[in-house]
């Protein structure tokens, strides 16, 4: 199993759409970096003008901040998605599979070493990631990171790495009951219907639409990726600490953060999706 894992590891680093994800994830920081150095330079000509601008210092920077946080987490799920999604279908297609089922090693084996070979190295790179961003606005915008304790950091780096194994999961159950593209199309929508779910409950806790927020979290239910990221800006944020939290809702704010037994159904449905998995797997007719 830990040999799957360590060649599934290094196969993907090996891929095209790791080193464009890679290529793509350093312009983001560039071009994120360069945003907040303009924004710190202006909030700067404020001050110096005279202006007292705490409060909209405080939600401008958490709108930044949940902006880098959101595109940082969408460049995790296309890397999660792309990558692993034909982790069993298209390695069936080509016969790879074929000769290493015929070794004496189990099946759960196989689909248990494919997820922590996927599993750890999208860990590994969204550290990086949430690295990244907080590095950045712990320089040009630390107004945003004011409630970030270390345990809060510690706290969201585990639910930053818990989003892309979530669609790492979902990817893999998709790979072991249909071919590459049609597991792709299934997952990307799943990723987008709760993308659209997580909007729809924010919308419904701002104007009060009880049928909004339900449709929300029956989403988040379905795919609860959305739900973690905003679990995690939260965290980082403070929101829940905050003050001037409620001023900065906005697309990118939290109305009400998701409850801790949220990331307690994460994880059950991330080992459901790796059980339906091996089950699927076991039951395929090689």
Same mark, same amino acid.
């Given at each position: ?9 290094? #196969?993907?680093?090996r ?13 983001? $920081?560039? $071009?994120? =970096? %360069?945003? $907040?150095?303009?924004t710190?330079? /202006? ?11 705490? +409060?909209i210092q405080?939600?401008v ?8 946080l959101y ?11 792309l ?7 298209? #390695?069936i /297609? ?10 004496? %090693?189990?099946?759960? #084996? ?10 750890? +190295? ?8 949430? *690295?990244?961003?907080? =590095?950045?606005n ?9 409630? @970030? ?6 706290y969201g ?14 990817? +893999? ?7 590459? @593209? &049609?597991? !792709?199309?299934?997952?990307t ?8 779910g997580?909007?729809?409950?924010? %919308?419904?806790?701002?104007? !009060?639409? &009880? ?8 989403t988040?239910?379905? +795919? ?8 995690l800006?939260?965290?980082?944020? *403070? ?7 409620s001023?900065? $809702? *906005?697309?990118? !704010? ?11 159904y &994460?994880?059950l449905?991330?080992? *459901?999706g790796?059980g339906?998995? %091996? ?7 090689l």
């Amino acid at each position: 199993m830990f040999n799957i894992a360590r060649l599934t590891f290094w #196969e993907v680093t090996r891929k095209k759409v790791f080193l464009v994800t890679i290529l793509l994830s350093l312009a983001f $920081l560039l $071009l994120y =970096g %360069i945003a $907040l150095h303009f924004t710190a330079q /202006e909030i700067v000509r404020m001050k110096a003008m005279g202006q007292s601008q705490l +409060m909209i210092q405080q939600v401008v920077g958490n709108q930044i901040l949940g902006a880098g946080l959101y595109f940082a987490s969408f460049l995790l799920a296309l890397l999660a998605l792309l990558a692993s999604v034909g982790s069993i279908a298209s #390695e069936i /297609e080509n016969g790879l599979l074929h000769a290493i089922v015929s070794k004496p %090693i189990k099946r759960r #084996e196989i689909v248990l070493g494919k997820f922590i070979g996927y599993g750890s +190295m999208l860990a590994a790179y969204a550290m990086i990631l949430y *690295g990244g961003i907080l =590095g950045l606005n712990w320089y040009y915008n630390a107004i945003s990171l004011t409630f @970030l304790s270390p345990a809060r950091t510690i706290y969201g780096a585990l639910i930053f790495i818990l989003q892309p194994l979530v669609l790492l999961s979902v990817a +893999m159950v998709c790979s072991t009951l249909v071919r590459t @593209l &049609t597991a !792709g199309i299934i997952s990307t929508i799943l990723f987008g219907l709760a993308m659209v779910g997580g909007f729809l409950e924010q %919308i419904g806790n701002l104007v !009060g639409k &009880t049928t909004l927020v339900n449709i929300g979290i029956a989403t988040s239910l379905v +795919m609860p990726s959305d739900a973690l990221f905003r679990k995690l800006l939260s965290v980082v944020a *403070g929101s829940d600490v905050n003050p001037l939290s409620s001023l900065s $809702l *906005g697309p990118f !704010g939290v109305a009400v953060p998701p409850s801790n037994a949220m990331l307690v159904y &994460t994880c059950l449905y991330i080992l *459901g999706g790796i059980g339906l998995a %091996i089950y699927n797997f076991n039951q395929k007719d090689l």
